[in-house]
């Protein structure tokens, strides 16, 4: 009779754990930097980083509080997948961020100053995003230039260019340094709500910018796994030359996953700023953490789209239950804190799926000693 496989061998079981230690492991190291700061209000700080919304006794609250959260989560998830993409195909997409600023560039540019619908503006962000991605994997493939170093470099180009633009008069609100609102000049450019809204305490900006994201991670899984397309574009990246010399469109190939990549970024940005969340700000001097936040999402994600998905939704589960701490005590930036412990451990996944299968391989081959009859035995 067959042995039963253990369901450790399952590689999506090890990554499970992996990720679940990466979490434990930050959050207890985050308890002993709160029990260091203050021991007498460390537990009560962790548990309301961990509760969130939960901490609200009234359920149209919570679910208020809940629809928030999504809404946040979605760019996060969107810029995961900007990430992992290029990862399964051999690129380090740091340059995420800069493809996220550049889907906001647009989105509210062309929401704003043209006066477009919503999904005219989705579409600019994407492009914007793609024009990005472009960039980095044309100098990559023309020039030789590392990803990672163009990446950094249109970062900062984007965040620069995205101020002096959104600092246009028309888009820029005059009494702050924040763009105008765009519930007040331009609603048809707000992403629709089909209703959504109803299931979370009438929270205005839940749209559905929220199944988009889910959607946008079934077809990026669906593309990588169940399409010779997808087949190519890893081909490309775990071998370079032999994707060459086995008739694939190499070049085309890598400028092809950078746009891509940068396309799902700039669509991030555009699921965030046309919900009328919130505005951006024009004066800011260092690029938003969501793209970079997005390499954490990725990897204690485990690499995957569905796993990216609970990744997304931890990760600002969290960082919007850091607001609950108390103030007078601890920073409200805790959450920050321990979400950038779980970030680093997030490093170590590789190392903890490597333990796991290392114990199994010495369970197994103790059990086949176990099982080895005895060499005396044999001879008699």
């Given at each position: 009779m067959k042995k039963k496989q253990s369901i450790l061998r399952y590689e999506g079981v090890q990554t499970l754990l992996a990720s679940l230690l990466c979490i434990l492991g930050g959050l207890f190291i985050g308890f002993i930097v709160l029990l260091i700061i203050e021991p007498s209000g460390a537990w009560e700080a962790i548990t309301a980083v961990l509760k969130s919304y939960f901490r609200y006794s009234s359920a149209k609250l919570q679910l208020k509080y809940l629809g928030q959260t999504l809404t946040r989560t979605a760019p996060l998830l969107m810029c995961s997948l900007s990430v992992l993409f290029a990862y399964k195909v051999g690129m380090f997409n740091i340059g995420a961020a800069g493809q996220y600023v550049a889907g906001a560039c647009a989105a509210l540019y062309v929401g704003i100053g043209l006066h477009m619908p919503w999904w005219v503006c989705l579409i600019a962000a994407m492009l914007a995003g793609a024009l990005m991605g472009a960039l980095s994997g044309a100098l990559k493939t023309f020039c030789n230039v590392n990803v990672v170093i163009s990446g950094i470099m249109l970062n900062w180009i984007a965040l620069y260019v995205t101020n002096m633009t959104l600092s246009m008069e028309g888009i820029k609100n005059p009494m702050s340094p924040y763009t105008v609102q765009l519930r007040g000049v331009n609603p048809g450019a707000l992403i629709p709500q089909m209703g959504l809204n109803t299931f979370f305490?009438?929270?205005?900006?839940?749209?559905?910018?929220?199944?988009?994201?889910?959607?946008?991670?079934?077809?990026?899984?669906?593309?990588?796994?169940?399409?010779?397309?997808?087949?190519?574009?890893?081909?490309?990246?775990?071998?370079?030359?032999?994707?060459?010399?086995?008739?694939?469109?190499?070049?085309?190939?890598?400028?092809?996953?950078?746009?891509?990549?940068?396309?799902?970024?700039?669509?991030?940005?555009?699921?965030?700023?046309?919900?009328?969340i919130e505005e951006w700000e024009t004066t800011i001097s260092s690029v938003p953490g969501m793209g970079f936040n997005g390499i954490a999402v990725a990897f204690l994600g485990g690499l995957s789209p569905i796993g990216s998905i609970l990744a997304a939704y931890f990760i600002q589960h969290i960082t919007m239950g850091g607001g609950n701490v108390d103030l007078s005590v601890y920073c409200a930036q805790i959450s920050g804190l321990i979400s950038s412990l779980i970030i680093f451990l997030c490093a170590f996944v590789a190392f903890f799926k490597l333990a796991i299968q290392n114990h199994l391989r010495k369970r197994e081959e103790a059990a086949l000693l176990a099982a080895k009859p005895e060499k005396g035995g044999e001879d008699a």
């Open positions: 305490g009438n929270e205005k900006s839940v749209t559905i910018a929220i199944p988009l994201a889910i959607i946008m991670a079934l077809v990026v899984w669906f593309i990588l796994n169940k399409t010779k397309f997808g087949y190519e574009l890893k081909a490309t990246g775990y071998n370079f030359h032999a994707a060459k010399y086995s008739g694939m469109k190499e070049n085309r190939n890598i400028i092809l996953t950078m746009m891509i990549s940068g396309a799902l970024a700039g669509m991030g940005a555009a699921l965030l700023y046309l919900t009328g």
